[in-house]
């Protein structure tokens, strides 16, 4: 009788701790008029893939790129982006309870046109990225979430082989390595991954390490780079070769050793008689480490699925549409179960459904419709 007692408990406790779970999902909108909204908060039914609308928050512009604080009790979002002459780094306050957002203060971005901002393991550290002033910085955010102006702001005038794109630097991503010891800036307009010691004991924490940059495929303009787990592997997505990169990383230096292109010259969207023409956008790996996925804009508007290997390599696998036009990020919800993608050009939010065993998308049928978004993330709450 204990036992069966016992285990009627377990069941009941497990069954409140499911229904007390939230996943949430953050979404940024190229909105350009405060009067309407700039972020949309939805909760996402992990058992259906069904979303629904919980809040909105308005009285921002252009909320370009979200990220949350490890604890995830804060959004922090770039702001302004694409206003000339502005852009700001802003922090929201989150309550899961009713999921609401807060505004609590905005920061000069250190540049205009602002489209990454990454917090640390820690969540005392911010690192941003700006698109067209070629810039990247570093803020505290206290407990509190406030954030402080930026104490090191960096400004680069590179060019690369492809004049009409890379006349100057473009800094289009600022993340940590798994360690928090590095920072990476893949610089389109350069074809350079940009490399930096974090150093927190310095009054300016961007520090010269072993090698200041890595060079990329001439061309190819580096966007978004992610790491796997172990902190050794590294992945970058080119936004104008239609290419992922993946590189070796030790102490401080990448290696480059493998380049795959993320679509066959020969598909259904494109003429065989000239080269592909590719708009390379987002990265993530699955939960599970065991695929990579790359989103691709105008013309193939798909998602590219490569198996990875146990030393990191990749084999390409598929491709899925984003059912949407110009798939500018997307995001794996914790479970691996969903990937949400924020189609700028079609103003649509789709839901897909991943199988973790072969790794392929496909439709679930649940779309919402938002006016140009820009971002999407998500997190689960217990």
């Known amino acids: 009788m204990r036992k069966k007692n016992f285990l009627l408990l377990s069941f009941l406790a497990l069954a409140i701790c499911v229904s007390a779970q939230k996943s949430y999902v953050f979404i940024g909108s190229y909105n350009a008029d405060k009067n309407t909204p700039g972020i949309y908060v939805y909760e996402l039914d992990t058992l259906s893939g069904q979303l629904?609308?919980?809040?909105v928050f308005k009285n921002i512009r252009n909320s370009s790129f979200l990220t949350l604080s490890p604890n995830g009790r804060f959004v922090i979002a770039c702001t302004e982006t694409q206003t000339a002459n502005a852009g700001n780094i802003t922090s929201f306050a989150f309550?899961?309870?009713n999921g609401k957002l807060t505004l609590i203060n905005s920061q000069k971005s250190g540049g205009e046109n602002p489209v990454y901002v990454s917090a640390d393991m820690s969540g005392r550290w911010l690192i941003n990225a700006n698109y067209t002033g070629g810039s990247a910085s570093v803020f505290r955010i206290n407990e509190e979430g406030e954030i402080s102006p930026a104490m090191q702001a960096i400004y680069y005038t590179d060019s690369s082989i492809n004049k009409a794109r890379q006349d100057h630097s473009h800094i289009h991503s600022a993340v940590f390595s798994p360690d928090n010891k590095y920072v990476f800036f893949p610089d389109l307009g350069a074809d350079k991954i940009r490399i930096y010691k974090f150093d927190t004991l310095q009054s300016k924490p961007f520090?010269?390490?072993a090698t200041n940059f890595t060079k990329t495929f001439p061309g190819g303009g580096p966007r978004h780079i992610i790491f796997n787990t172990k902190g050794n592997v590294a992945y970058c997505i080119e936004e104008m070769g239609g290419a992922v990169d993946v590189y070796s990383f030790k102490k401080g230096i990448l290696k480059p050793v493998q380049r795959l292109i993320m679509h066959s010259e020969n598909s259904e969207n494109n003429?065989?008689?000239k080269m592909p023409s590719y708009s390379g956008a987002d990265i993530h790996l699955s939960p599970d480490g065991r695929f990579l996925y790359a989103s691709n804009r105008e013309p193939q508007n798909?998602?590219?699925?490569f198996s990875v290997k146990k030393n990191g390599m990749l084999k390409a696998i598929?491709?899925?549409s984003t059912y949407g036009v110009h798939p500018r990020i997307f995001a794996i919800d914790p479970t691996g179960k969903f990937v949400i993608v924020a189609n700028q050009m079609s103003d649509n939010i789709v839901v897909l459904k991943r199988d973790p065993v072969t790794g392929m998308l496909k439709k679930t049928g649940e779309e919402i419709k938002i006016e140009s978004p820009?971002?999407?993330k998500i997190r689960q709450y217990w």
């Not at 798909?302 to 699925?305: E, G, T, V």
């Open 207 to 209: 520090q010269k390490g």
């Open 271 to 273: 003429s065989s008689k």
């Open 52 to 55: 629904r609308e919980v809040s």
């Open 318 to 320: 598929g491709s899925d």
């Open 302 to 305: 798909n998602i590219a699925i």
């Open 95 to 97: 309550d899961p309870t």
């Open 374 to 376: 820009s971002c999407v």
